[in-house]
Each structure stands twice: as structure tokens, then as C-alpha cells.
């Protein structure tokens, strides 16, 4: 599940590389006709949109309102057991109302029946417009408040992709 409204650019990165996107848009080939078919049609008019979509394979949910990804994520779980649902939630749609009270529907999850929903908080300390809530708190704030939650929260840091 992606939350970040514009973090589709990194989802259709991941399914052109992987091949899915080529399944379902023939265009959308390892070539450099195909990038420049990604490329063009990307966030225009019938093409493919700035987030994520319906359109896109795999994905369940519009997201270009933000706040419903982890309340999404949560209706995936029920009577899945097999099934683990992970939801990257962008710190700034983690403010907004519908995502704030998402936070609490593992209390509805029964572990025995239902699928797990593991949500990432990407913390990146900014929103569209400018510093976030969560970006202000220290990682003891927030480790207490997700464990206020119900959750066992871990926080993973790093300046390059080997920290």
C-alpha cells in the first residue's frame, strides 16, 4: 500500500524494472522507446497520473487524497491470515484525520484469522507546505506514542543505503 500521494514515480520505477508495467502497457518496454513511452505519458492527459491508481497493477486504492492508505491497508487483512499488507504512510498524510485514527484499527485485527498490516512511517519531516508534526518529535516521542498505539515501533536512520 502506498500512502505518499506523488510516491507513484517510485512504484512505476519499480514495476517498468520488474516487468509488470510492460503485462499490462505493451509500450512500456526495456528499450529507450519504452522509457520515452514512461516519460511522456507520465502525469499527462490519459496517461499515467502523478500517484497511484486503480490502473496501476496491484493497486487497490486512488492515491491522490491522502489519509486512507493505512485504513486501506487494514481492510486488505480481515479473514487473509496468510496475508501481510505493508503501508508506506508519508509523515504529512499521517496528520490528516482519516490516517490519525487508522492508527488504532489493530485494535480489530485478530492475528488467529485475519492478515497483519505493517505500517512504514516515512518520516522525511516534511508535507507539501512545510515541516511535519512527526518531523518536530524525538525518537523517544515517537517511539512511545506507536507504542501508546499498540505497536512495536522501530526506527530506522541513515544518511546512505549501507547506514
Known amino acids: 500500500m502506498l500512502g505518499p500521494g506523488h510516491g507513484y514515480a517510485a512504484l512505476q520505477a519499480n514495476l517498468f524494472i520488474e516487468g509488470?508495467?510492460?503485462?499490462?502497457y505493451p509500450e512500456a518496454t526495456h528499450t529507450e522507446q519504452?522509457?520515452?513511452?514512461l516519460i511522456k505519458n507520465f502525469c499527462w492527459p490519459y496517461g499515467f497520473p502523478s500517484h497511484s491508481n486503480p490502473g496501476t497493477p496491484g493497486v487497490i486504492l486512488e492515491g491522490g487524497e491522502l489519509g486512507y492508505s493505512l485504513a486501506t491497508a487494514y481492510g486488505a487483512?480481515?479473514?487473509?491470515p496468510n496475508l501481510i499488507v505493508a503501508c508506506i504512510i508519508?509523515?504529512?498524510?499521517?496528520?490528516t484525520g482519516p490516517t490519525a485514527t487508522a492508527w488504532h484499527l489493530n485494535k480489530f485485527i485478530d492475528p488467529a484469522t485475519?492478515?497483519?498490516?505493517?505500517?512504514i512511517l516515512h518520516l522525511n519531516g516534511y508535507k507539501i507546505s512545510g515541516p511535519t508534526l512527526f518531523g518536530r518529535m524525538s525518537n523517544k516521542e515517537l517511539k512511545s506514542l506507536f507504542y501508546g498505539y499498540g505497536y512495536q515501533p522501530f526506527i530506522v536512520e541513515g544518511q546512505?543505503?549501507?547506514?
Open 160 to 163: 546512505t543505503i549501507h547506514q
Open 114 to 119: 485475519n492478515g497483519a498490516v505493517l505500517p
Open 34 to 37: 519504452g522509457i520515452a513511452y
Open 20 to 24: 509488470t508495467l510492460k503485462k499490462y
Open 77 to 80: 487483512a480481515p479473514d487473509n
Open 90 to 95: 508519508g509523515d504529512g498524510e499521517a496528520e
